[in-house]
């Protein structure tokens, strides 16, 4: 028995978009913990491999591309078949695409729709298939301050990330009183590919520091703790929440 709640030693987690960004991060912290690696990229996930196998943590690439369903059930077979099991599932990978309502394209909407959160809510299906009958397990996906808020120009990735936590709820009612914990992580303006256009833009740029408390963009590692907690026994009561990791933004 460990004496340590947030000790992740032989878990095995699965993390979407773990090679750049967030979910590398996210990966990293979760070794760090303790816990084996599974990575989900179209593009492989080289560089975090070399780092979980550095802790002496054993790690697993998968190559797949989420914008259809059609790989999950591979993935997770594959997954089953090479660690033995999947404990943990982040649902990190996501996209988004930028342009006014007035002109946003139904590509756009279905290209991130299919991502962030028809990928994201199958793959938790078929993880939950194998973790109900195990009755363990955490699943935690990641949101977004526009699961919150409106956010402009980015019609489908409001609608996604905000359609996450309510399927964060949803999940969470229908498998707490199976073992599984669903959760969420809401990461503030992080300083990632995924807002390089934000960061670029001097006027958005200074708007959107001027509202964060902390005074600075997050730094992917700030998600790592959030990770570890909510992806171990220490948060074996929390469910359905959608934790803001934010540097105070929505305190404002
Ligand atoms: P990022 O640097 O652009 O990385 C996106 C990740 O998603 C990559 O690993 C990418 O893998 C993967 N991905 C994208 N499309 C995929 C597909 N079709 N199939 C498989 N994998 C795919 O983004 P990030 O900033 O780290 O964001 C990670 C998550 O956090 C996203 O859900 C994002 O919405 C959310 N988030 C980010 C921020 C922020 O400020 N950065 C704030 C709130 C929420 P490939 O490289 O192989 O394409």
Redesign the pocket.
Known sequence: MSLNPFDLSGRVALV?????????AIALGLAEAGSDIIA????PATETGTAVEKLGRHFLSIE????STAPIQTIVDQSINVMGKIDILIN?????RRAAALDFTEQDWDDVMN??IK?AFFLAQAVGRHMVPRGTGKIIN?????SFQGGIRVPS?TAS?SGIAGITRLLANEWASKGINVNAI??????????EALRNDPARNRDILARIPAGRW?D?ADLAGAAVFLSSDAARYVHGVVLPVDGGWQAR
């Open positions: 979407t978009g773990a090679n750049v960004g967030l979910g590398q989900v990229s179209r593009r797949a591309d989420l914008t990190n990978a996501g996209i988004i991502v962030n990928s990641i949101a977004s301050m526009l990735y990330k809401a990461p503030g303006y992080m300083a990632t590919d995924n807002t997050g992917s």
